[in-house]
């Protein structure tokens, strides 16, 4: 069964603080692994797609990469701004709907 | 850009009502869905449609039904409300893999 897990559920960093996001999951056959930045009472705006471990994308402070069992969100020298629900999603070979994990809550502060 | 948008950002309806969101995307997508999403369980797929006519249920599509009848709109029905289907309703689109999400709807059924 196709499972996704992110890690942690809340993060609460200092502006400027680096850290990282994890996504670890678990699927037939991986045809995409999707980043969402999702502010509260909107809906999920989409960040980067993913296709095949060793893939990496950037924009802005955000960069991500993906293994084989996981994706990591590296935020580098995060802004308040930055705060927001960050949603990672998979996409099963064969499949066109996608399934997400609960995500991760950043809150930077100033 | 891609834009898909939602009928209404907040809506308020009695039990027992028939309920209708509708969805419309600009980009000539041919997928469409309809998520319900929920603190602590998180996006969860309620049906989606590869065509116009063409539907598939998701994981959650018991208490709901849609409609396609042209490839930019996607309506999601409630046939009759009930107090368990308060939640933010979000619709994305995606011609391949990558989808795009409306700004939600915000159901409470009282």
């Known amino acids: 069964e196709d499972q996704v897990t992110q890690s942690p559920e809340a993060l609460r960093l200092q502006e400027g603080e680096s850290s990282s996001l994890n996504c670890s999951y678990t699927?037939?056959?991986?045809?995409?692994l999707f980043w969402y930045r999702q502010d509260p009472g909107k809906g999920p705006e989409f960040l980067f797609t993913l296709y095949s471990a060793g893939e990496e994308k950037e924009k802005e402070r955000l960069k991500a990469t993906l293994t084989k069992k996981e994706s990591f969100l590296h935020i580098t020298a995060p802004k308040p701004e930055d705060s927001a629900t960050y949603l990672c999603?998979?996409?099963?070979?064969?499949?066109?709907?996608?399934?997400f994990g609960t995500g991760t809550r950043l809150t930077v502060i100033p | 850009d891609v834009k898909v948008t939602q009928s209404s950002r907040y809506l308020v309806k009695r039990t027992g009502e028939k309920v209708f969101l509708e969805c419309v995307q600009d980009m000539d997508h041919e997928n469409m869905f309809w998520y319900r999403q929920d603190p602590g369980l998180g996006l969860r797929l309620i049906y989606f449609?590869?065509?116009?006519?063409?539907?598939e249920k998701g994981d959650i599509p018991e208490g709901y039904s849609v409609s396609r009848e042209k490839k930019e709109r996607f309506s999601l029905i409630l046939e009759s409300a009930s107090t368990n289907q308060t939640s933010m309703y979000l619709c994305?689109?995606?011609?391949?893999?990558?989808?795009?999400f409306g700004p939600g709807t915000r159901l409470t059924v009282l």
């Open positions: 699927v037939s056959g991986l045809r995409g």
């Open positions: 449609s590869y065509d116009v006519k063409m539907k």
């Open positions: 994305a689109s995606s011609s391949y893999t990558t989808q795009y």
């Open positions: 999603a998979v996409q099963a070979s064969g499949a066109n709907n996608l399934f």
